[in-house]
């Protein structure tokens, strides 16, 4: 079993920040990109950032560059997202992704989190 537990959201007044976590854990044996979703209300799931397994490429959203980093930490199979200068249209339920292989013989699995709420007020 894998699991993908997030934390770290929560409501902020527009300007503000927040840093999100997700944790993976239980029967891994290496995991490769991890990467954050989000998801509004009546619309569909869309990538918001994601980090390669050596953290030397990332991908951002348009409408995140320049306010969002996507970081991580191998020796604890977590990657983060710091979010600055939110706004109340990044307001979402965020959630975490990783494909990652279970053994050394597995195929790429797609694991998802159980997400957080990320609340902007304006």
């Known amino acids: 079993q894998v699991q993908l537990v997030e934390s770290g959201g929560g409501l902020v007044q527009a300007g503000g920040s927040l840093r999100l976590s997700c944790a993976a854990s239980?029967?891994?044996?290496?995991?490769?990109?991890m990467g954050w979703y989000r998801q509004a209300p009546g619309k569909q799931r869309d990538l918001v950032a994601r980090?390669?397994?050596?953290?030397?490429?990332?991908n951002y959203a348009d409408s995140v560059k320049g306010r969002f980093i996507i970081s991580r930490d191998n020796a604890k199979n977590t990657v983060y997202l710091q979010m600055n200068s939110l706004k109340p249209e990044d307001t979402a339920v965020y959630y975490c992704?990783?494909?990652?292989?279970?053994?050394?013989?597995?195929?790429?699995?797609?694991?998802w989190g159980q997400g957080t709420q990320v609340t902007v007020s304006s």
């Open positions: 992704n990783a494909l990652l292989l279970r053994t050394s013989w597995d195929y790429e699995g797609t694991y």
């Open positions: 239980g029967s891994i044996f290496s995991i490769n990109t």
């Open positions: 980090i390669t397994k050596r953290g030397g490429s990332t």
